[in-house]
C-alpha cells in the first residue's frame, strides 16, 4: 500500500503549480518513494471535437506523471527536472479514464544521480503509458528530461 498523505502532498503540489493538471483533473492514485500512479478522468473539458479524449491533455497527463516521478524518485532539492522532448504514439481511442504508472528501481535512482553528478547536463529518457480500465494501452510516450542543477 503507498503513502496517502505523500500521494495527496504531490498531487496538491501538482496541481498548484501546473493550474492545467488542477483543470484536467490529473489525480494522484498511489505514491511511495520511487513509484507513482495516476488518473485521467474522462469529462467534457478532456475531449476533442469526437468526442474523445483530446491528444494534448493526454500527452499533458503522461509527462506530469513523468515528473511526479521526478518528485518521489530523486533528490529535487539539488535536481529539478525540465522536459526537452517527448513523442507520444496513440493506439487507440480514450473514452474513459485512463492509469499511468511508473516506477524506478533505487539501483536506476543511483546510477541517474550518478550521471548528474559526473554531468549535470545528463539527459534522462523515460517510457510512460495511459492504460485504460480493460488493461489496454491507449498511448504511449517516450520522454527525454534534462535536470537544472540548484546549488553547488
Known amino acids: ?3 496517502e498523505h505523500l500521494a495527496s502532498s504531490i498531487e496538491r503540489i501538482a496541481r498548484t503549480t501546473v493550474p492545467a493538471l488542477d483543470y484536467i483533473g490529473l489525480e494522484v492514485v498511489d505514491a511511495r518513494p520511487g513509484r507513482v500512479r495516476t488518473r485521467l478522468p474522462f469529462r467534457p473539458g478532456n475531449g476533442n471535437h469526437v468526442g474523445t479524449a483530446y491528444a494534448g491533455v493526454l500527452f499533458s497527463f503522461l509527462e506530469a506523471t513523468g515528473g511526479l516521478l ?3 524518485a530523486f533528490d529535487v532539492s539539488r535536481f529539478v527536472p525540465i522536459i526537452v522532448a517527448g513523442s ?5 481511442a480514450v473514452t474513459d479514464p485512463v492509469e499511468c504508472e511508473l516506477s524506478l528501481e ?3 535512482r543511483d546510477a541517474v544521480h550518478s550521471a548528474l553528478e559526473q554531468n549535470p547536463k545528463h539527459r534522462w529518457t523515460l517510457a510512460a503509458a495511459a492504460v485504460a480500465a480493460d ?3 491507449a ?4 520522454l527525454v528530461y534534462r535536470f537544472k542543477t540548484i546549488g553547488g
Open 88 to 92: 507520444i504514439r496513440y493506439l487507440r
Open 139 to 142: 498511448c504511449e510516450a517516450e
Open 1 to 3: 500500500m503507498g503513502d
Open 106 to 108: 533505487q539501483v536506476e
Open 70 to 72: 521526478v518528485l518521489v
Open 135 to 137: 488493461g489496454g494501452v
